[in-house]
């Protein structure tokens, strides 16, 4: 649905509209509706060997962190150049932090 609401919903033709309306069509794709979430009893998530209940005002929070970042961890692999370019920027790495905090 997304793919079509693309093709018939964004006005490819001008730049400032072409912007809008892509930015519009993907905050509604991404966006978390309520139809879409659980309202009744904790829900019972697995991750490996952990399992955890978690309130349903909590397990998009939880998806979000576990789910979603993981994947974007594990999975994102973007062109050298883009790491040349400015493209993607490393913030932090864990060893320096490390250094940084043993001084403390």
């Not at 309306?21 to 829900?43: A, G, N």
């Not at 979000?64 to 883009?82: G, M, N, Q």
Request: glycine share 2%; hydrophobic share 35%; net charge negative.
């Amino acid at each position: 649905m997304f793919i079509l609401r693309l093709a018939t919903e964004v006005n490819w033709d001008e730049e400032k509209e072409c912007f809008e309306s892509l930015s519009k069509e993907c905050s509604m794709f991404y966006s978390i509706r309520k139809e879409y979430t659980l309202h009744d009893p904790p829900i019972l998530l697995q991750l490996g060997q952990q399992h955890e209940k978690l309130g349903s005002d909590k397990s998009w929070k939880w998806t979000a962190e576990h789910v979603i970042s993981k994947a974007y961890r594990t999975l994102l692999l973007p062109p050298k150049d883009f790491a040349e370019n400015g493209t993607i920027l490393q913030l932090a790495n864990l060893p320096d932090l490390y250094k940084v905090f043993e001084r403390c």
